[in-house]
């Protein structure tokens, strides 16, 4: 458990002065929080710094409002594309405005009513609620007769203004809304959310942020989100019932977004509709995907079981466990050594997954003799992506032997394409695992391989470590081998962009391309 859940911001103040700490580290930590926060939240579809193009423009000399002229809705079009002051202030304009921002679905960003128009980003160390923009929601909600297109409210200390935050909640119920992002701005970090979230039916995406989540036992009979195709909890408080709860109330929800849950979770997966899982920053005990027939798409960033949190002697692996999902096409970042990986198949593999990436200890025996059952487990596999880390407290190198005593690897043998290695550091582990790959793979068409940019400035030797690699019997004649330098002086994970995990037009969300901003490495 978070030990701030349940904790005012007065006691963690007091608290921190008694142990001779700086009370200002709490706002540094609390946005901290919230950056991650934010940078999970979707971008609103308007902006303030949009530009305009005048280009071509036909300017006619005589004092004429030919866009007045224009159909209403053409005008609503462009009234829509504003954000919520601006749109508002095109009531000024002519008497055949007047009416027209009213009968447009209100977009609102509150961060865009800031004096500064938001232009400091999201995150002011130490800043006050901002009461001012607090009360402009209020005027402005209440102004329009609805219904609300996309409405983004982040900036307001919910615990100093409940008051208002009900009446939010009581007008985009009565008035409907399509997309809602909805952010408590600590403290505390664990205020709970009215039950009356659950009766707005009109929401297709939802995004949450720093909240309990209502108790379960309190949401009215048949309350359900009919419409919700997407679903954000980002740094909530939850058990796993509340979780299940939601996903049961979201018939067709398609993507769901986990992102630094406060407390400990189990996640058991059963959706009809499912397409895309992301989980960043989320400690979790067990993955279980139950039931999913569409699931395509299971991502995981820097997911750690709550024992590790708490930096406990003991610490258990999280277990992940698939068991239907038909449809699984891309898996990762897995972390054998770290993970528990359970196949719930007849033949314990998953077919389906074409495309997977592993982060890999390559300094830690145990973790390297994982990744041979891994790999067996996803026989049609066709891209790999895996990031190397070597922790200098090395705990055992694997040699070639141990790879060729394992016997063959069907996906290694026969379907895999695609290697990309990044952060490659030259030990010895890395060496053979790759090399085994290449000696190996009959249908490899192409291994990238991002050399760490501490190899070049230790001063060893880059050409020396990857020659044993360049000069290996490559089974695949056709194969091309590229080889990088590292863009990234200090690379603590894998590098991931979770708007390109759900967006199905990328057919390899992990391949990033940043290695190509950086020079190509020659060797003879």
Known sequence: MDPMIGVSRSDMLAGLERDG???????????????????????????????LSLTGASWVPDGVDRISRLPDVVLRDIISRLPAK??????????????????????????????????????????????????AVSRVLAAHPGPFRCLHLTRTTMEEHRGEMSRWLDTILAKGVQELVFVNRPWPIDLRLPASIFRCASLTRLYLGVWRLPDTAAVPRGARFPNLLELGLCMTVMEDRDLA???????????????????????????????????????????????????????QRDSLPESKLADTASCLSSKIKIGRAPNLRVLGYLQPGEQQLVVGSKENTVPS????????????RNAVKKVPGFLRCFPNLETLHVHSTVDEDSTGKVNIKFWQEGGPIK????????????EFCGSRSEVVFLKFIAERGRALEQMVVVVASECFSSGGNVSAKLKPLISAKWLSKACKLQLFKSPCDKVSGPL????????????????????????EILVS
């Not at 997954?353 to 830690?364: N, P």
């Not at 991931?496 to 950086?518: I, N, T, V, W």
Request: charged share 20%; aromatic share 12%.
């Open 245 to 299: 709860f939601m996903l049961e109330r979201s018939p067709v929800l398609e993507f769901l977004v986990l992102m630094g849950s406060q407390s400990g979770l189990r996640l058991r997966l059963v959706s009809p509709s499912l397409r895309c899982l992301q989980l960043g920053f989320t400690y979790l005990e067990d993955i279980d995907v139950v039931d999913a027939p569409r699931l395509e798409r299971l991502f």
């Open 411 to 422: 996906c290694v043998v026969q379907s895999m394409k695609k290697v990309f290695f990044y």
């Open 21 to 51: 700490a700086d009370p200002e580290t709490l706002d540094v930590g609390t946005n901290l929080l919230l950056y991650f926060v934010y940078h999970y939240l979707p971008d609103p579809p308007v902006s303030l710094t949009a530009l």
């Open 496 to 519: 991931h962009c979770h708007q390109l995990a759900s967006d199905f037009k990328f057919a390899d969300p992990f391949d990033l391309r940043y290695y190509y901003e950086a020079e």
């Open 86 to 135: 601006d749109a508002a202030r095109t009531a000024a304009l002519a008497s055949r405005w007047r009416p027209l921002w009213r009968s447009v679905p209100l977009t609102l960003v509150d961060s865009h009513l800031l004096p500064d128009g938001g232009a400091r980003g999201q995150l002011i160390i130490g800043a006050p609620s901002p009461r001012a923009v607090t009360a």
């Open 353 to 364: 997954v074409q495309i997977l990436a592993m982060e890999v200890q390559f300094g830690v």
